[in-house]
């Protein structure tokens, strides 16, 4: 029997400008799907990213909108990311993507998902998924290696972390939501993988191979949320 495992494809992955689609990107992912279809039953999320990003930042500079207009146009993006990678996975793929994790979806086909509602994210969406289609782990595909102690952009003396709890992973990151805030994994969805002993593994996706090792059962980098020695 495959077993299920939810990841989450960044949305810069996928777009890393709002103008570019990263089409090597999408070639060495279906690739990978391919070779490991046989092992596991995929379950894909994807974010906004930066086309989230800006759809709500340019808004906010016209008027003063609200944080559930906001949310909407980030879920819109995530939409538009999700129907982007159901299109090129072709026949593989669930025919609609899927929009309330409460779907009830009788398929063997890989199933793609975006963002559902205000003050929840695609993070969000990835973990209830996880919970419905009993999943033990969500991969957070994203565009760094590991998590750190503090933003390593900004500080010279950050450390990575291989291994955290969700306790200590929230007091880095917060626990609010804000709508298009960049973190490696939110807050609600940190909260919620929490209160259902789901482990969450960030990955650099732009490093296919790497995800293709943790698939493997090798040696990867990245940092485990969750499990903890």
Do not use: H
């Not at 060495?28 to 046989?38: A, P, S, T, V």
């Not at 996706?205 to 090798?218: E, F, P, R």
């Amino acid at each position: 029997m495959k077993k299920n495992i939810v990841i989450s494809v960044g949305g810069s992955l996928i777009a890393p400008s709002v103008d570019k689609i990263d089409y090597l990107f999408l070639k060495k992912l279906l690739k990978l799907i391919n070779e490991k279809n046989n092992k596991y039953r995929f379950i894909l999320v994807a974010g906004g990213g930066k086309i989230a990003r800006n759809y709500i930042n340019n808004a906010k500079k016209v008027t003063d909108i609200s944080d559930t207009e906001a949310d909407w146009l980030g879920i819109a993006a995530t939409r538009l990311n999700a129907n982007l990678l159901k299109a090129v996975l072709s026949n593989k793929a669930y025919k609609e993507i899927i929009q309330e994790p409460s779907d009830n979806i009788k398929t063997n086909k890989i199933l793609v998902a975006g963002g559902y509602k205000p003050g929840r994210s695609s993070d969000d969406m990835a973990v209830s998924l996880a919970i419905k289609y009993n999943a033990e782990t969500v991969i957070n595909m994203t565009n760094i290696d590991y998590v750190y102690d503090k933003d390593p952009s900004k500080y010279k003396d950050a450390e990575k972390i291989k291994e955290i709890s969700w306790n200590k992973f929230l007091d880095i990151i917060g626990r609010k939501w804000l709508p298009g805030k960049n973190t490696p994994f939110d807050p609600i969805a940190s909260k919620l993988a929490q209160k259902n002993n789901i482990n969450v593994v960030i990955l650099n996706g732009k490093k296919i191979n790497n995800l293709k090792n943790y698939l493997s059962g090798d040696n990867f980098k990245g940092t485990v949320i969750g499990k903890t020695k």
